[in-house]
């Protein structure tokens, strides 16, 4: 379980401006001076939501049980990694029962052949969506391992 | 009357398809707990991409009206309101729908929300080609501070801080930076080549409504509740009552009109703040809560009261009148078209298909509402885990599908995740939107203004002289200084 407070998020503003205050002060162009007007306003915000902090002194917590998201999150980075080599539809399909058995209620057999029914109906009607009618041509199953 | 010119446009083939689909498809999705109208209407932007402009919008006026109407079959028979704007309505939605009335909730919640519907749809066909006449005064100067105000505005009011939302919306501001300069031609931030066309809209609006509502879902699955049994309920007999209820339904719509217009208020002020007067003006306070049919009538003709005249700014001024709007925005956009007098000139006859669409969408509404609030149930009770894996394919291949580049799928779901952590720490998604979406807007008048203000006094003067300059940069300041004031109000 991660606890996000005011703490965080105020480190958070300032660290995160200070570095878009760099990167847009390091363009010498005047194609740079939008970015520098909205990046001093982001550091402006910053430091008055530290000023804010120091005079309410109050936290806000929020949790977030990141345990219970690892199984999504490093779905999404196998599909980000891999996604245009072993093709959408295949690898969509894996991470579909996988996702929906690892976050289903009950994990016993019945589950299993209801994701798989639910599977084998949702991602065909994607196929016709996607492929069918709106002529999307995407990534196919081969296996040229060069990702981007 | 132009508008009647073009309603035969509506009723072809193709268009009315669209529109049973687009109704249909958003009372399931908003009707599913979690699934908001931005959300809905940001994950089928990219299906509207390959429609012709008059299709698309139509696809996206009938999703946002359905989606709002839809909401409240959760909230009645689950209370889980299925989008903010239905929050008042579970408060006596739900104790009718315990004590067996649930399909007579259901009939006032779509008759009342067709008749806030309709009268806030008069408000966007007579109200908006006025505010898109004055707009043809504003020039770069003027169109900066509209850009800006449309980013204040949803940032202070989209937000429960207003430092908060403020940061929001310029993170959403720089990144629309990212690329190549409109004017100069200067590549700028472009670390990786997955960013060298910059970040597409369509991209970081489903990335940063739909991923953090998915991962949400599976972090805090929803509890199981009641499931009640529908009992037969006379429509006549519940159009007469509704009708009836005049107060109610007048109180509703008028309060839904005004904030709708209000930019950046949006669905749920509305339907809290209806509630609140008609519990007040009623002869019988003591039943709000327990299943009065007031409460119901109030809250939804009020929040779709509000879709229509939430769209007159955002249609004249591309200040969007609600976060969905905000969405909208985006839509137009993808099919080349800008806020302002050109859509009620060059793009008339698809404005006006549009608008004169959503006057038959709120028939549909009404006729698919109280005949789909059966089936909705069984929809309402999808399990998270298939919910939030369909929404991730959706999100994906209506991504891949608008440029066919997986570089914007990577965008997309970085800037999900990004988004799910942002919100943690109490940023939200919709300044971020408007920022990336009027970033360049802001961007390119500024550097006109730039350039006409450099053969004259500076750009500072140039910026803040002139009554509509300094009309707008009041406006900006007064929906900060209410945004501070709410917040204010809140922690008391």
Same mark, same amino acid.
């Given at each position: 379980?991660?606890?996000?407070?005011? %703490?965080?998020?105020?480190? +958070?503003?300032?660290?995160?401006?200070?570095?878009?205050?760099?990167?847009? +002060?390091?363009g010498?162009?005047e194609?740079?001076?939008?970015?520098?007007?909205?990046?001093?306003?982001?550091?402006?915000?910053?430091?008055?939501?530290?000023?804010?902090?120091?005079?309410?002194?109050k936290?806000?917590? %929020?949790?977030?049980?990141?345990?219970?998201?690892?199984?999504?999150?490093?779905?999404?980075?196998?599909?980000?990694?891999?996604?245009?080599?072993?093709?959408?539809?295949?690898?969509? %399909?894996?991470?579909?029962?996988?996702?929906? +058995?690892?976050?289903?209620?009950?994990?016993?057999l019945?589950t299993?052949?209801?994701?798989?029914?639910?599977?084998?109906? +949702?991602?065909?009607?994607?196929?016709l969506?996607? %492929?069918?009618m709106?002529?999307?041509?995407?990534?196919?199953?081969?296996?040229?391992?060069?990702?981007? | 009357?132009?508008f009647?010119? *073009?309603?035969?446009?509506?009723f @072809?083939?193709?268009?009315?398809?669209?529109?049973?689909?687009?109704?249909i498809?958003?009372l399931?999705?908003?009707?599913?707990?979690?699934?908001?109208p931005?959300?809905?209407?940001?994950?089928?932007?990219?299906?509207?991409?390959?429609?012709?402009?008059?299709?698309?919008?139509?696809?996206?006026?009938?999703v946002? @009206?359905?989606?709002?109407?839809?909401?409240?079959?959760?909230? !009645?028979l689950?209370?889980?309101?299925?989008?903010?704007?239905?929050?008042? @309505?579970?408060?006596?939605? *739900?104790?009718?729908?315990?004590?067996?009335?649930?399909?007579?909730?259901?009939?006032?919640?779509?008759?009342?929300?067709?008749?806030?519907?309709?009268?806030?749809?008069?408000?966007? !066909?007579?109200f908006?080609?006025l505010?898109?006449?004055?707009?043809?005064?504003?020039?770069?100067?003027?169109?900066?501070?509209?850009?800006?105000?449309?980013v204040?505005?949803?940032?202070?009011?989209?937000?429960?801080?207003?430092?908060?939302?403020?940061?929001? &919306?310029?993170?959403?501001?720089?990144?629309?930076?990212i690329?190549?300069?409109?004017?100069?031609?200067?590549?700028?931030?472009? $670390?990786?080549?997955?960013?060298?066309?910059?970040?597409?809209?369509?991209?970081?609006?489903?990335?940063?409504?739909?991923?953090?509502?998915?991962?949400?879902?599976?972090?805090?699955?929803?509890?199981?509740?009641?499931?009640?049994?529908?009992?037969?309920? /006379?429509?006549?007999?519940? $159009?007469?009552?509704?009708?009836?209820?005049?107060?109610?339904?007048?109180?509703?719509s008028?309060?839904?009109?005004? !904030?709708?217009?209000i930019?950046?208020?949006?669905?749920?002020?509305?339907?809290?703040?209806?509630?609140?007067?008609?519990?007040?003006?009623?002869?019988?306070?003591?039943?709000?809560?327990?299943?009065?049919?007031?409460g119901i009538?109030?809250?939804?003709?009020?929040?779709?009261a509000?879709?229509?005249?939430?769209?007159?700014?955002?249609?004249t001024? &591309?200040?969007?009148?609600?976060?969905?709007?905000?969405?909208?925005?985006?839509?137009?956009?993808?099919?080349?078209?800008?806020p &302002?007098?050109?859509?009620?000139?060059?793009y008339?006859?698809?404005?006006?298909?549009?608008?004169d669409?959503?006057?038959?969408?709120?028939?549909?509404?009404?006729?698919?509402?109280? *005949? !789909?609030?059966?089936l909705a149930?069984?929809?309402?009770?999808?399990p998270?885990?298939y919910?939030?894996?369909a929404?991730?394919?959706?999100?994906?291949f &209506?991504?891949?599908?608008?440029?066919?580049?997986?570089?914007?799928?990577?965008?997309?779901?970085g800037?999900?995740?990004?988004?799910?952590?942002?919100?943690?720490?109490?940023? @939200?998604?919709?300044?971020?939107?408007l920022?990336?979406?009027?970033?360049?807007?802001?961007?390119?008048?500024? /550097?006109?203004?730039?350039?006409?203000?450099?053969?004259?006094?500076?750009? $500072?003067?140039?910026?803040?002289?002139? *009554?509509?300059?300094?009309?707008?940069?009041?406006?900006?300041?007064?929906?900060?200084?209410?945004?501070?004031?709410?917040?204010?109000?809140?922690?008391k």
């Amino acid at each position: 379980m991660i606890k996000f407070n005011n %703490t965080i998020s105020v480190i +958070f503003g300032l660290v995160f401006s200070s570095i878009l205050v760099f990167l847009s +002060f390091s363009g010498n162009s005047e194609a740079y001076l939008f970015p520098k007007i909205i990046s001093s306003s982001m550091l402006l915000l910053a430091i008055l939501s530290l000023i804010y902090f120091f005079v309410e002194k109050k936290e806000n917590l %929020t949790e977030l049980n990141i345990k219970k998201l690892y199984p999504y999150l490093i779905s999404i980075l196998i599909f980000v990694l891999l996604g245009q080599n072993f093709g959408f539809y295949f690898l969509l %399909t894996v991470l579909f029962v996988i996702n929906c +058995f690892v976050y289903s209620k009950k994990r016993n057999l019945r589950t299993s052949i209801e994701i798989l029914i639910t599977t084998s109906i +949702f991602v065909p009607l994607i196929y016709l969506l996607f %492929t069918v009618m709106l002529k999307v041509q995407v990534p196919r199953f081969y296996l040229n391992f060069n990702i981007f | 009357m132009e508008f009647l010119q *073009y309603f035969s446009n509506v009723f @072809t083939f193709g268009n009315l398809i669209i529109l049973i689909l687009g109704t249909i498809g958003g009372l399931l999705l908003g009707a599913a707990p979690g699934l908001s109208p931005t959300m809905a209407v940001a994950l089928l932007i990219p299906f509207t991409f390959k429609m012709s402009p008059d299709q698309g919008l139509i696809m996206l006026g009938a999703v946002y @009206t359905a989606t709002v109407a839809g909401g409240a079959i959760s909230a !009645i028979l689950l209370k889980i309101p299925g989008a903010p704007a239905n929050i008042a @309505t579970v408060m006596d939605g *739900y104790p009718m729908a315990r004590s067996n009335r649930s399909k007579e909730a259901l009939h006032y919640c779509f008759i009342s929300s067709f008749v806030g519907g309709i009268i806030g749809i008069a408000v966007l !066909i007579f109200f908006t080609p006025l505010l898109a006449d004055f707009a043809l005064n504003f020039g770069p100067s003027q169109m900066f501070w509209i850009a800006i105000f449309g980013v204040t505005v949803i940032a202070t009011l989209d937000s429960n801080s207003v430092i908060k939302g403020l940061f929001s &919306g310029a993170i959403g501001l720089w990144l629309a930076t990212i690329g190549y300069d409109s004017v100069l031609g200067v590549e700028r931030f472009v $670390f990786n080549p997955i960013f060298s066309g910059g970040i597409n809209i369509i991209a970081a609006l489903v990335g940063l409504f739909a991923i953090p509502q998915v991962l949400s879902m599976l972090e805090n699955k929803h509890a199981d509740t009641d499931q009640f049994k529908m009992e037969k309920k /006379s429509l006549i007999e519940s $159009f007469l009552y509704n009708i009836k209820r005049i107060k109610a339904l007048t109180i509703g719509s008028i309060t839904g009109v005004i !904030i709708g217009l209000i930019p950046g208020a949006g669905g749920q002020i509305a339907g809290l703040v209806s509630y609140d007067q008609i519990k007040k003006a009623s002869k019988n306070k003591e039943n709000f809560g327990k299943g009065e049919p007031d409460g119901i009538i109030a809250a939804e003709s009020a929040n779709n009261a509000m879709v229509g005249p939430s769209l007159v700014p955002l249609l004249t001024l &591309g200040v969007p009148g609600s976060p969905t709007a905000a969405v909208l925005l985006g839509g137009l956009l993808i099919h080349g078209m800008f806020p &302002g007098p050109n859509l009620f000139t060059i793009y008339a006859e698809t404005t006006w298909t549009f608008i004169d669409s959503l006057v038959v969408a709120q028939f549909m509404m009404l006729i698919f509402g109280i *005949y !789909i609030s059966g089936l909705a149930k069984y929809v309402i009770r999808t399990p998270v885990n298939y919910m939030a894996v369909a929404i991730t394919l959706l999100a994906v291949f &209506g991504t891949y599908s608008v440029q066919h580049n997986f570089a914007d799928v990577i965008v997309m779901l970085g800037l999900g995740i990004g988004m799910f952590f942002l919100g943690k720490l109490g940023f @939200t998604a919709s300044p971020i939107v408007l920022g990336l979406i009027l970033g360049p807007i802001a961007e390119t008048n500024f /550097s006109q203004a730039k350039i006409i203000a450099d053969t004259q006094n500076g750009i $500072f003067s140039y910026l803040t002289s002139g *009554y509509l300059n300094i009309i707008i940069i009041v406006l900006c300041l007064i929906s900060i200084a209410y945004g501070i004031s709410s917040e204010i109000r809140k922690k008391k």
